[in-house]
């Protein structure tokens, strides 16, 4: 037996070394250690083997077995690394890679995180409300009457309920003063839909973010100084801006804001950026109604209320004539905020 097992041995070590690729190389395998291999087949006579023998005979196996698995794996790494070597023959490795291309943040968020970043820092809290709005948040609380034109259907996206698509954020100042009771200094980002035809300065669904100062003693000067604070520190100390009368149900005396817009290729032109104004002591008394209580009593409190165009301030800070840019999701020109 031992004869036969060093044979077996032998040839299978002489037919690994012979096998040219992983085919021939798992025929060889499996002639030796298969379940008809040579090797498992003399292992199986081991019963035969007369007791005093066994333990040599067996450590003979063993060792046969080892030898042959440890030349199995040894070629078939061999193989492997020709065949890796073969693979990269005639690729240059020196030839530099493709450029990876960089995503970027969009620049309306770009925008919204700045503006968020500095009102921050002024002591505004962020605050938020629903896009799908009831017409009380959106109108009647904000002093707007049913007759209002901004209520018309053609404005504004109703839904069958009777519900609509907020038409500003402005909603977010009457839900904030339902919950809190002043001092409530609060900005809201969000999205705001209008039935507006789109063009070089409009957009059909649009970002604003609403902003909400009540306290004892809030001027007019503290709404004026704070935005214009915000502008310059958002475009720059030489930002040209403009406060011009207006008029919102909600606020008494209002403005809408504009800023000077330089665009590529155009002569420089005033753009409104938001509209602002002192909280209406109409909207207290709606509050006041809405809560059940007197915590925002017109005599005591004053407040301030601002909302801006987030896309027509990316507009000004990045000089672009067309707002369309911003919604059109062409790689060529978000490629410019990578
Ligand atoms: N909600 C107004 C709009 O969308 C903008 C606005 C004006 C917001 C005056 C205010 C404000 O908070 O006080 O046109």
């Not at 504004?156 to 002043?182: I, N, W």
């Not at 004892?216 to 520190?233: A, C, I, N, P, Q």
């Not at 005033?270 to 008394?285: H, K, L, N, R, T």
Request: proline share 4%; hydrophobic share 40%.
């Amino acid at each position: 037996m031992k004869d036969q097992i060093e044979a077996i041995q032998a040839e299978a070590l002489a037919s690994i070394a012979a096998a040219t690729d992983t085919r021939s190389l798992e025929d060889a395998r499996v002639a030796v250690l298969g379940k008809k291999g040579t090797l498992t087949e003399v292992s199986a006579g081991m019963r035969d083997v007369p007791k005093e023998d066994k333990a040599a005979i067996g450590a003979l196996l063993n060792t046969a077995r080892s030898a042959i698995t440890a030349a199995l794996e040894e070629k078939q790494q061999g193989l492997q690394d020709t065949a890796d070597r073969k693979a990269l023959e005639g690729i240059d490795l020196t030839l530099p890679a493709r450029a990876l291309h960089h995503g970027s943040l969009h620049p309306l968020t770009i925008i919204r995180h700045q503006a968020i970043s500095i009102l921050r820092r002024m002591g505004f809290a962020l605050a938020e409300g629903p896009e799908i709005e009831d017409e009380f948040h959106c109108f009647d609380a904000l002093n707007t009457p049913a007759d209002h034109p901004a209520r018309n259907e053609k404005d504004t996206f109703y839904f069958d309920s009777g519900k609509l698509l907020r038409t500003h954020t402005s909603t977010v100042q009457v839900r904030t003063m339902e919950t809190q009771a002043p001092p409530v200094r609060i900005i809201a980002p969000g999205s705001a839909y209008r039935r507006d035809e789109i063009d070089a300065t409009h957009l059909s669904v649009f970002n604003q973010l609403e902003g909400l100062y009540v306290d004892t003693d809030v001027s007019l000067g503290d709404l004026k100084g704070t935005l214009e604070y915000f502008l310059r520190e958002l475009f720059g100390s030489a930002t040209e801006v403009r406060f011009r009368p207006h008029f919102f149900p909600f606020t008494e005396p209002s403005f809408e804001i504009d800023v000077k817009l330089h665009a590529k290729g155009q002569a420089p032109r005033w753009v409104e950026v938001a509209g602002c104004g002192m909280v209406d002591p109409a909207v207290f008394e709606q509050i006041n109604a809405s809560r059940k209580d007197s915590t925002y009593d017109p005599e005591k409190v004053t407040g301030f209320a601002f909302g801006m165009g987030l896309d027509r301030l990316a507009m000004i800070r990045w000089g672009l004539k067309d707002i369309r840019l911003l919604i059109e999701n062409d790689a060529r020109f978000l490629k410019q905020f990578a």
